[in-house]
């Protein structure tokens, strides 16, 4: 099942990272820009199924950047929020006439910003809910054949363990039985963050980035069940 992708710009680095791997662990493709500009250009290059801007940036805040989108055929109906730390009648009135969806204030914690994204792409609330699980997983990575062990499982990737180092941002194919089922899974996976445990194996979190849709139901049944 494909992603769906969103575009969040915000000159705040920290925070903008945080945002973004909430979201990519509630299964969507992240996009990221750090100024007004440069997500105009963003958004003009890859046509997002929605866009969230930061009303306070450098260059060109939210409300410009939001303006300059509508003038692009291609964005005109796209969903576009703008977020701000402040709210006044003013302020929610000039992000309004610029364009925007919707206006909100800046949500304090990630959860809050999920349930924006849900709520105006009309989707159930994604949780990406894991369980621990001892699965052993086939891995191919650079035309060679590995073996390693999940360690907890979501519909959105899993934690592998392996005697191998996984580099940073690597894609891996990805084999394994889901237990008390006879289903196979096969996946391609990316490397989102690599660390090591106290016995020096490699920790990798792997975020699914080709899942089929019957795959991803089987794996939600696991793990609500």
């Known amino acids: 099942m494909a992603a769906i992708t969103v575009l969040i710009a915000d000159d705040l680095k920290a925070l903008l990272q945080i945002q973004k791997n909430f979201l990519m662990r509630a299964g969507f493709e992240v996009l990221t820009a ?29 409300a410009a950047a939001c303006a300059a989108m509508r003038r692009e055929a291609s964005l005109a109906q796209t969903p576009i929020i703008i977020m701000s730390a402040t709210d006044s009648p003013e302020i929610r009135d000039r992000c309004l006439k610029a364009g925007c969806t919707d206006f909100v204030t800046k949500p304090r914690k990630p959860e809050e910003l999920l349930e924006v994204v849900a709520r105006t792409l009309s989707i159930g609330e994604r949780k990406a809910l894991r369980v621990r699980v001892a699965i052993k997983v086939t891995i191919e990575l650079d035309r060679r054949r590995l073996m390693g062990k999940a360690t907890n499982l979501s519909a959105t990737g899993l934690l592998l363990l392996s005697d191998t180092t996984m580099p940073l941002g690597s894609v891996l194919g990805l084999q394994f039985a889901l237990p008390k089922t006879d289903r196979v899974i096969k996946v391609t996976g990316k490397v989102v963050r690599v660390g090591w445990n106290a016995d020096e194996m490699c920790e990798a979190g792997i975020h699914f980035i080709a899942l089929s849709q019957t795959d991803q139901q089987q794996i939600l049944n696991f793990t609500s069940s």
């Open 34 to 62: 750090a100024s007004g500009s440069s997500a105009v250009e963003l958004a003009r290059e890859k046509v997002p199924r929605l866009i969230l801007l930061d009303l306070e940036m450098p260059e060109m805040d939210g």
